[in-house]
């Protein structure tokens, strides 16, 4: 029998199932019972141990494994994971290592503070002691020592005092924050409401208007398709008859290659006699329609069906603007709505390869052309003939001016070039061509529509040699560098607008910065045999 005094195996003693130490003897494997006075002992023995010796294994979640743990420092092999850190000692201790500090009169003055990893900052790199005063001078915690040093002199106060009076800061701020948080969330509720009462109007406004749009669309397609049919028919009557006088003419043709080759043989005769025999026994040709009979209906029928629809359209727009639609776009300010963060400026191109990232394929447009200006080239060069064009009537023609506006509206970031010089037909003078910007509504028949003369307008004027930049009838005299191309950037947004000279480089020559308030075309003015063109990219 095991000695009072000896110390008892907790592992060996210990159920293998429950853990437990045993309560109760059991009858042995022989079948003999204890004895009451061997049992008492026993269970005495075993109450004794449970008091004093035996304590389960710390559990694994008592460890420092995980990344944010702070370890103890005293433990050998595993270590747990510390309670608290002093900074005194500036190591940290589990709850077994700790107790000294808790209950030992020479831990007295320690400072014992909450676990940390990061127990070095709180001592003062200088003087390798715990900085326990706030510099206000200098924000920032430093020592007792450091007071007799650089900061002597200076606004300082115990940490734990700087903490207290920024601890009020924090609690105040905390209040403030938590009261706009209360104010959002009313606010937040009562823009839900409305933005279910605005989905639900809209869904039904949509729907109303869409059965009305669709109604028009109908009675536009069948508009459209008469004039279609219409157009059609005619074009088949006439490419019927254009084919039948074709026809006619290549049997012309046949017959008179035939009387050439053959009079071609009679001049090689060489008898005087039987050349003028062959000569005058050639039948006579063919009568064969006169030049009045190979005309066709004029072409401009078709540019007339154009302008009839264009008149249309326009009738269309005008009762679309003067009768009311009832929208408001109107919408109260929400104060609780947050400012919109400024759009940041984005960098300007600097090279031509730069530029022509944002080159635009452009297109002049007839119906604006004024009547001394030929287009061709599809839509891309125009010259001043002089002579009146077969153009027809069209609102949206200049009459006061030799100029044109490009089909395509201008916004954001665009580039385009446009070369410039004499005519094929220049018959001396000095040539004249303006490369410009303006709104789609600039005026159409008077002085005032030329590029550069209204606060519609942007116009560089080039002549040989030197340039002249006109807005608003104001011009300025550009002494830049002469081409014959000039580059035009826009960046619509930015209401920045810059012509530039081409030629192995570019050479700035003037900029606008400004405010666009409506997308813009490119113009061109073109004076007498004067020629521009709208380069591809």
Known sequence: MAQSGAPLDPETSACSICGDLPKDLVTTPCGHHCSSSKKTMVGALLEKLEKTGLQAAPADHCYAAGAGDVACDVCTGRKLKALKSCLVCRASFCDSHLQPHLHSSAFKKHKLVEPSQQLQENICTRHDEVMKIFCRTDQQNICYLCTMDEHQGHHIVAAAAERTERQRELEKTRQKIQQKIQHREGDLKELQKKATSINSCADKAVKDSEDVFIQMSHLLEKRRSEVQQQVRSTQGAEVSRVKELQKKLEQEMMELKRRDAELENISQTLDHSQFLHRFSSLPALSPFPDSSSLKIRPLRYYEDVAAAVTKLRDKIQQVLMETPTNISWTVSKVDVLLPEPQPQPQPQPRSREDFLRYSRQLTLDPNTASRSLFLYDEGRKVTNMKEVQSYCDHPD???????????????????????????????????????????????????????????????????????????????????????????????????????????????????????????????????????AELKKP
Not at 425 to 454: C, P, Q, T
Not at 500 to 527: A, D
Request: glycine fraction near 14%; charge should be positive.
């Open 397 to 531: 023609r200049f009459t006061g001016c030799q100029q044109v506006l490009s089909r395509e509206s201008l916004t954001g970031r665009c580039y385009w070039e446009v070369e410039w010089g004499a005519a094929g037909h220049w018959r001396g003078g000095e040539l004249e061509v303006g490369v410009a910007v303006a709104y789609r509504d600039i005026r159409r028949g008077s002085k005032k529509s030329k590029f550069g003369s209204n606060n519609m307008s942007w116009g560089l004027f080039c002549y040989p040699g030197r340039h002249w930049f006109y807005h608003n009838s104001i011009g300025t005299f550009i002494s830049g560098p002469q081409s014959s191309r000039v580059g035009v950037y826009l960046d619509h947004r930015a209401g920045l607008l810059s012509f530039y000279s081409v030629s192995g480089t570019m050479e700035l020559l003037h900029r606008v910065q400004t405010s666009f308030s409506q997308p813009l075309h490119v113009g061109l003015w073109v004076g007498a045999n004067s020629l």
